[in-house]
């Protein structure tokens, strides 16, 4: 069994910066790859980042490329999600996602591909 916690959400002015941080226990993290969802009232959840076992790969959705920056930790075990740039279409609560096996240096990018989730942390970004 796999636990992630996510942390680091908050209010914030557009134009401003957040870094959410993930803690995972229960396994190697350097096992999992790792991604970031967020999920809009109303919305389906949608994904943000990805990032491999050794953190050399990383892939992001349109909406966020340029702005945000996923990076991981090994030692530490936890997935960081640098936001800087932040827009009003940004506030969502957003979840980190761990998946177990597989090609150790492919981003995974679907929901379902996922097997291990956060119970998200919300952030808000004011106009």
């Known amino acids: ?3 992630l916690e996510e942390s680091g959400g908050g209010l914030v002015q557009a ?9 995972a226990s229960g396994r190697p993290f350097s096992r999992y790859r790792m991604g970031w969802f967020r999920q809009a009232p109303g919305m389906e959840r949608e994904f943000v ?4 076992w050794s953190g050399g790969s990383t892939y992001y959705a349109d909406s966020v490329k340029g702005r945000f920056t996923i990076s991981r930790d090994n ?4 997935v960081y999600l640098q936001m800087n740039s ?3 279409e940004d506030t969502a609560v957003y979840y980190c996602a761990a998946t177990i096996g597989g ?4 981003v995974v990018t679907t929901t379902s591909s996922y097997d291990y989730w956060g119970q998200g942390t919300q952030i ?3 106009s």
């Open 1 to 3: 069994q796999v636990q």
């Open 15 to 23: 134009g401003g910066s957040l870094r959410l941080s993930c803690a």
């Open 49 to 52: 980042a990805a990032i491999t």
């Open 75 to 78: 030692a530490k075990n936890t």
């Open 86 to 88: 932040l827009k009003p």
């Open 103 to 106: 090609p150790r240096e492919v």
């Open 124 to 126: 808000t970004v004011s």
